[in-house]
């Protein structure tokens, strides 16, 4: 008799051995009846069950124990400048950046108020990426389709999400206007429709320049054929979000609202009139991840939104570290780009973020016992969204009990601000942008170190939405 082909596999190890029969471990009968003989349906259980079926979990789970709210007093806080909206969009993280800056231009140059055209950079940021994917697609021409990067940058090719460095690289480039010289568009407040139709467009095209890479009499043309494509690509941003100006005139008052002056700029000259510090130069990225060696410096391979621009680079430090610059940063009345896990434990009606605001373990009769350093390896938790860090509220000894940060959600709970319990700062914090003359120098000195660099689709560094 001839073997089997499994047998000829085990024999050449080419397959495992299973070592038990496979429907041995499914759900038997046998065990579906244990598992239903474990829950009664009775009593209050029967009552919990009627309210979990016809009700929010959040609303049954409410802890009635924990604070029934959090004043606004701060022993240190940076004014806000007003609340901003994203709308129905991932650009938090751009939200954020500019509502850091425009605090600094306005404190600076005696502003009554400023709010800086998200859409403006963001036609960019759109542009950039999409010149990032087509240009990854060229330089991985000769992997294969199932090759990790190639699958990768085909699986991201667009999207409106984003960090620091994204930020940084497109100011230092574009510069900033005013809002009012570029206005919100309805699809700028609503990426969703817009993303998925360049992301379409990208994937059509990277496949073509893929093909273009394989035929030498074409390979030449290459460049050529890119830019025809990122012309496409200019005019959906322009028809969906408005073309960005060259130049435009602006009208400058004081905090009493006397007229300055009015002159012509570019958006660069703009920038750097009223702001001219230097984004990349001036500024470093901070993480609390304890599932990495803390002092080291990272680098995310091909996290960037500019092909000419930088990686994502940071310091990962223990959070005590960290909240040492941040309440540096704020008692010098400068507030700081910041990210977290915003949507765990987030009551919603009081704005407010604490590990006490709901009892899930009381409704569902289960613990959930895992540390931040356990929810990051199984995916159970990472930075999801960016906002402005502005206070703290220190107690007699120095010690934080809670902060607050501007989200960038319009004037909800708060006023639009956002209050966490340092505690639930501890758990669900991961990034810190400060300005190096608020970080130890001992620390800076870490960035000397060549980074450890991590894979572009390392679970932990999905962009802030």
């Not at 409106?160 to 510069?175: A, E, F, H, V």
């Not at 702001?275 to 901070?286: C, S, T």
């Not at 605001?357 to 929810?375: C, H, P, Q, T, W």
């Amino acid at each position: 008799m001839k073997p089997s082909l499994f047998s000829v596999c085990v024999v050449l190890g080419l397959c495992p051995v299973m070592a038990s029969n496979p429907g041995s471990n499914g759900i038997s009968q046998e065990l579906m009846g244990e598992l239903r003989g474990s829950y009664s349906c009775e009593g209050p259980t029967k009552a919990l069950r009627n309210a979990l079926n016809s009700n929010d979990l959040d609303k049954i789970a409410k802890n009635l124990d924990a604070s029934d709210s959090f004043n606004m007093d701060f022993s240190n806080k940076v004014e806000s400048k007003g609340i901003t909206d994203q709308k129905s969009s991932g650009r938090c993280w751009l939200f954020t950046g500019l509502n850091v800056l425009r605090s600094q231009m306005m404190a600076k140059n005696d502003l009554p108020a400023l709010e800086l055209s998200q859409n403006y950079n963001f036609f960019y940021d759109q542009l950039e990426k999409s010149n990032l994917f087509l240009q990854g697609i060229i330089d991985t021409a000769d992997k294969p389709m199932d090759d990790k990067m190639v699958d990768w940058l085909f699986s991201n090719p667009l999207s409106d999400g984003g960090q620091y460095t994204g930020l940084s690289d497109n100011i230092m480039k574009y510069g900033v206007v005013p809002a009012e010289v570029m206005h919100e568009s309805y699809t700028a407040n609503n990426t969703a429709k817009m993303r998925r139709l360049i992301s379409l467009k990208l994937r059509e095209d990277g496949l073509e320049l893929r093909k273009m890479r394989a035929d030498k009499a074409k390979a030449n043309a290459i460049q050529t054929r890119k830019k025809e494509m990122l012309k496409e690509i200019y005019r959906m941003l322009a028809l969906s979000l408005g073309e960005p100006p060259v130049e435009f005139t602006w009208t400058r008052k004081n905090s009493k609202g006397d007229v300055i002056d009015t002159k012509k700029y570019t958006p660069l000259e703009f920038y750097n009139e009223y702001a001219g510090n230097d984004l990349k130069g001036d500024y470093v990225m901070l993480m609390n991840d304890p599932t990495r060696e803390y002092h080291k410096v990272y680098e995310i391979d091909y996290d960037r939104h500019v092909y000419d621009g930088e990686n994502w680079k940071y310091i990962n430090l223990p959070i005590e570290e960290i909240k040492e610059i941040a309440i540096k940063s704020i008692k010098d009345s400068t507030m700081m780009y910041f990210s977290c896990d915003v949507g765990k434990f987030f009551d919603r009606d009081r704005g407010v973020l604490d590990l006490d605001n709901f009892d899930y373990e009381s409704i569902l009769g289960v613990k959930f016992g895992m540390d931040k350093a356990d929810r990051i390896r199984t995916h159970a938790s990472g930075s999801t969204h960016a906002m402005t860090l502005m206070a703290v509220d220190l107690d007699v000894k120095g010690v934080p009990q809670k902060w607050m940060v501007e989200n960038s959600w319009g004037k909800t709970a708060n006023n639009g601000h956002v209050i966490m319990t340092d505690r639930w700062f501890d758990e669900y914090m991961f990034r810190l942008v400060a300005n190096r003359k608020y970080i130890p120098e001992a620390t800076l000195k870490l960035l000397d170190m060549k980074p450890i660099m991590l894979p572009a689709w390392d679970p932990m560094f999905s962009c802030d939405n």
